[in-house]
């Protein structure tokens, strides 16, 4: 029954008291006793975390004040000992660890019982003696006190246990905050960052500077030539557009973490409530939560904007997807590329996991916390990256087989061939940071616990936490690592400036800053009156087969297309027929120039148009108006008057002789080789 009784008072002991502390403690963490309550007993060290979890001996001595008195008046002999053997106990040369007997904790309530009432002071909970093991000595008892060779047969090795991370108390956080470090609650990392020194944090902090600045510089030049002429960045490659908005945004974000330092990713210290500077969690910080709301949430959404644009070239090559058929699935493009970011950043908000980055400034997820690194950085970018290459790569496959199989014009082949290296080149500019920022991820996430303990051993000591126990492998971070994850955090947006950089860009910012914008996006290559023929129909066609071209219809009065379906069928035709349809085409618009008005600037109005719409019935005698005798017909006979009006009518009776004009000319200068407008322009590029 003794027995039982021991191991019952045992199990007790350990419901308020550390069940570990009490079999052995770490002998890394052994000190001389400071509390003067405990000063001159039979020993002179002891070891902190105590049985009670102060972390250091000011922090027990706060905890200690209010028996004071009744040591000073010494109600009891008993009752200094015993405090002492739970504040400040004693620290054995071979790590173990006993608690005080029972009686002795009864002797010294009842005698003290009496004074400490007078005083206020209630006896705590976790000094409840029956907590306490059943026996009757003195503390320390003399087995505590004899040298590990005569006390013991055990070796040290046999009761040393490694204690894990007791959070300092420079480091403890409101609970309510829901903060978490090392997988202990309440606790957060310290700031500025725990693994470098200062020197590395300032060079640090001006490198991720600079490059946020370039990067967007760039992003919003492509952002900036797409709004110059909007009508140039057509499916399939529109999503580059978008891709360089979002890193554009990743950039402004960075750049915004280096003007604020650290007055957002970290908390102040409070000297006056011993906490230091710690790293801001959760979303309680507001400007810290907008920053992670922002930077995570264009990341994802450019990286999902790749994959999206990988989809329109596969749907431009392999099915053979028109432009405008790839443009009507726009709205699904943008609820994928903005609905799975949104969800994700939600998630995470939810979920708690914001946490301060104290080297560039921003909050981010991941830093601290491996799972969320795992889960919402590695493996959405991991499967964007997956996705987006097999999709490309098949893309260009089917366009690679179109060049081999089907025979194709030498020039055509050099503009396909062209165009394929384009995209290749792209990609491998996008896919190498991306692919180098999942590396540093992975080895991050891989080495992390060892920087941990060696964190935790340098500073063990200074914190007065517990070290750790047969650390067998230490090391350190590179601080090259963590500057070539940000550089290519940033970089991967750059790209987006290599697709739209060409001369065309060069002179649409000339004529944008000379203030000749193109009138009502008008002419905008004669409005492109002519629509561009599908490319992947026209590689697939048969040469003897015309091709013809729609209009877009954007003239208000109508547009004829017979002038531009003679000329694209004249491009299929034998050169001798060509020759001869050519010199008829031009023939046709120089009687129509004969029957304009040139001004001043060079240009051809149409003064005689209203005179035609205007004419009487068939049969009728013909009365020009003013205008129309102001351009000089009369000076023509009745004859050729007649001819080239009846002419005009017959070929463009619900077009503007201003549009027949600009048709012609663009006829005259066209160079006939129907490829798709991406190819166009890229030839043009190059």
């Not at 006896?123 to 000595?137: A, H, I, K, L």
């Not at 230490?474 to 963590?482: E, G, K, Q, V």
Request: proline content about 5%; aromatic content about 10%.
């Amino acid at each position: 029954m003794d027995l039982l009784w021991v191991l019952y008072s045992m199990l007790t002991v350990c419901m308020a008291i550390n069940l570990e502390a009490t079999g052995s403690h770490s002998m890394f963490t052994c000190e001389p006793i400071t509390l003067r309550m405990c000063q001159g007993l039979s020993y002179n060290t002891t070891f902190m975390p105590n049985l009670l979890n102060h972390y250091d001996q000011q922090t027990a001595a706060l905890a200690m004040e209010p028996f004071h008195p009744m040591v000073n008046l010494e109600c009891s002999t008993e009752i200094r000992p015993f405090l002492c053997a739970l504040y400040a106990p004693v620290c054995t040369e071979y790590g173990r660890v006993t608690l005080p007997c029972r009686h002795l904790c009864q002797r010294a309530k009842s005698d003290c019982y009496k004074l400490m009432d007078m005083f206020g002071v209630s006896w705590p909970d976790e000094m409840e003696c029956s907590r306490f093991p059943e026996c009757d000595e003195s503390y320390p008892r003399a087995i505590d006190l004899l040298p590990s060779s005569d006390g013991t047969e055990e070796s040290p090795s046999s009761v040393q246990r490694d204690y894990g991370f007791w959070c300092p108390r420079e480091l403890k956080i409101e609970p309510d905050l829901g903060y978490s470090f090392m997988g202990v609650r309440d606790c957060s990392p310290p700031c500025p960052n725990m693994y470098f020194r200062k020197d590395e944090l300032i060079f640090a902090r001006y490198f991720i500077g600079v490059i946020s600045i370039v990067c967007l510089s760039a992003t919003l030049f492509t952002f900036l030539t797409f709004l110059i002429d909007v009508g140039r960045f057509r499916y399939p490659e529109r999503p580059i557009i978008f891709y360089a908005v979002c890193y554009m945004m990743v950039s402004l974000v960075f750049f915004l973490g280096f003007l604020l330092e650290e007055r957002v990713s970290c908390n102040a210290a409070s000297p006056g409530r011993f906490r230091a500077a710690t790293v801001t969690q959760g979303s309680h910080n507001k400007a810290c939560t907008l920053l992670f709301m922002t930077l995570y949430f264009f990341t994802m959404a450019g990286s999902v904007w790749w994959v999206i644009l990988t989809i329109t070239w596969f749907l431009a090559a392999v099915p053979k997807w028109g432009s405008e058929a790839i443009e009507k699935k726009a709205l699904l493009f943008h609820a994928v590329a903005w609905g799975v970011p949104g969800a994700l950043t939600i998630t995470l908000m939810a979920m708690n996991k914001i946490e301060g980055d104290s080297m560039s400034g921003v909050c981010f997820v991941g830093l601290y916390d491996l799972m969320a690194l795992r889960w919402f950085l590695l493996v959405p970018l991991a499967l964007d990256v997956v996705v987006g290459v097999v999709l490309l790569l098949a893309g260009i496959a089917a366009l690679n087989r179109v060049r081999m199989e089907i025979p194709l014009e030498k020039e055509n082949q050099d503009k396909l061939v062209k165009f394929m290296i384009r995209i290749g080149v792209f990609s491998i500019l996008y896919l190498v940071p991306l692919l180098t920022v999942i590396g540093c991820y992975l080895y991050e996430q891989s080495h992390r616990s060892v920087w941990e303990t060696t964190w935790v051993q340098e500073r063990c000591r200074e914190y007065h936490i517990p070290c750790p126990f047969k650390v067998e492998k230490t090391s350190r971070p590179d601080i090259a690592l963590f500057l070539i994850k940000y550089l290519m955090m940033l970089v991967v947006g750059i790209p987006s400036v290599f697709w739209v950089g060409s001369k065309k860009t060069c002179f649409e910012w000339a004529s944008f800053f000379n203030g000749q914008r193109k009138k009502d996006s008008a002419v905008h290559e004669s409005r492109q009156v002519l629509q561009e023929p599908d490319f992947t129909q026209l590689l697939l066609r048969d040469p003897n087969t015309p091709v013809v071209r729609k209009s877009r219809g954007t003239s208000t009065q109508g547009t004829s297309t017979h002038a531009s379906s003679t000329h694209l069928a004249m491009l299929d035709e034998p050169p001798s027929a060509s020759t001869s349809r050519a010199s008829s085409v031009r023939s046709k618009s120089s009687s129509f120039h004969g029957s304009l008005h040139r001004s001043r600037d060079g240009r051809y109005t149409a003064c005689s148009y209203r005179g035609v719409e205007e004419r009487l019935p068939h049969g009728s005698t013909l009365r020009l108006n003013d205008p129309l005798q102001h351009c000089g017909v009369n000076r023509l006979d009745s004859h050729s008057r007649h001819g080239s009006l009846q002419r005009l009518e017959s070929q463009s009776r619900h077009s503007s002789v201003r549009d027949l004009s600009i048709t012609a000319q663009a006829i005259q200068s066209s160079p006939g080789n129907g490829i798709h407008r991406v190819v166009e322009e890229d030839a043009t590029k190059a």
